[in-house]
């Protein structure tokens, strides 16, 4: 059971979190991956099946050959939506220096067994856990959603060592944060009581 004191520092944890796209060059220890890791494999998945997989990259160069390889795919897909609020991520996708991982030390690729039923569920529900046991670190992350787009290229699933049994899930990069900008306030959620 959890002490009082624990339970209002989790609360703060969930409450204070936010993306982090702004790093330090200061290294991250493997323990603290490791932790980061152990926190994840916690989560909840249905029928006990845990069918993630971790990769963890710190090889900056393939990071950019990744970066490099998602930006045009991703210009693209904005330029053919047309979606309104994208034009700040456009307009940055469009400069020739900027990383779609924000230049931070760690990559960890969180992999679903692609025969799991529950994977995609179970894999983000790991990687919640991840987020929150890095802040609880004073560690920084953010999920690199459009990373997903490596999945369509061969080579570099290669060179990341995705065994072909798996999907990515979770892209997500971890560092310690340089400058944070505040965190955007929350909407009141919708609930509706049924007596």
Known sequence: MMTEAESIEIFSVIRERRSVRNYTDRELPDEALRAIIAAGIQAPTALGLQPWQFVIVKDRALMRRASDYCKPILIEKIEEEGKSGTEEFLAALKNPEFNIFYNAPVLIL??????????????????????????????????IGSAALI????????????PDNHQIVAPLIFGYPAT???????????????P
């Open 110 to 143: 969180v992999l679903g067994a692609r025969e799991a039923v529950s994977s995609f569920l179970d894999c983000a529900l790991c990687a919640e856990n991840m987020m929150l046991a890095a802040w609880a670190l004073g560690i920084g992350s953010c999920w």
């Open 151 to 162: 999945q369509q290229n061969p080579d570099l699933l290669a060179a990341l060592k995705v």
């Open 180 to 194: 944070l900008s505040p965190k955007p306030v929350r909407r009141e959620p919708r609930i509706t009581w049924v």
